[in-house]
């Protein structure tokens, strides 16, 4: 099966815009939906993306999902950032099997 | 609104068997537009799928556990549980279930997660 590879950390400034990558090792990522997670201190995940770029209903529209298949990457962007963004953040697809990234922990500082 | 709580042991011993239960209210498991997972997170690690099931028994594991691995569902206490035999340390983790939605499964909502340890 292919791995999902995802920066450890990210920091970026309140009010910023900050762009998670989540690089797909082989397939295609426009294969299957990528799926995005994010995960506060002591909470469990919760969905922020999914099918690649739909949000589910409650999460703000500062929240979005792109794939780029010249990378074979998806991106998750959260602009105008507030301290409640800090979190972990996973991607996840699937193929024969369901597969995360490794998690990437955003800073807003 | 759809919920789901994690139960069972929070501690297992090496080479026995962990086993949780995962409660489902404010909607039925027997819903045939979803699947049944669970998901686990060892202490500072990442997301790990374990497996799915669906309200008729069928189900699907992760390759790398599916040889100790169990799913069942019990459709009339709308409950759905997992078994891991032959434990080891490699297997203290936060055990989550989820509801899983559609083809690309994605996991919506989560449980708050429950902790086991596998320790003598």
């Known amino acids: 099966n292919f791995m999902l590879t995802q920066p450890l950390s990210v920091s970026e400034s309140p009010g910023k815009t900050v762009t998670i990558s989540c690089t797909r090792s082989s397939g295609s990522i426009a294969s299957n939906y990528v799926q995005w997670y994010q995960q506060r201190p002591g909470s469990s995940p919760t969905t922020v993306i999914y099918e690649d770029n739909q949000r589910p209903s409650g999460v703000p529209d500062r929240f979005s999902g792109s794939i780029d298949s010249s990378s074979n990457s998806a991106s998750l962007t959260i602009s105008g950032l507030k301290t409640e963004d800090e979190a972990d953040y996973y991607c996840q697809s699937y193929d024969s099997s369901v597969v995360f990234g490794g998690g990437t922990k955003l800073t807003v500082l | 609104q759809l919920q789901l709580q994690e139960s069972g042991p929070g501690l297992v011993k090496p080479s026995e068997t962990l086993s949780l239960t995962c409660s489902v209210s404010?909607?039925?498991?027997?819903?045939?537009?979803?699947?049944w997972g669970w998901i686990r997170q060892p202490p500072g690690k990442g997301l790990e799928w374990i497996g799915r099931i669906y309200h008729s028994g069928t189900s699907y594991y992760n390759p790398s556990l599916e040889s100790r691995v169990t799913i069942s569902v019990d459709t009339s206490r709308n409950q759905f549980s997992l078994k891991v035999n032959s434990v080891t340390a490699a297997d203290t983790a936060v055990y989550y279930c989820a509801r899983v939605i559609g083809a690309p499964q994605w996991f919506d909502p989560w449980g708050q997660g429950t902790l086991v340890t596998v320790s003598s």
């Open positions: 404010g909607g039925s498991i027997s819903n045939s537009d979803y699947y």
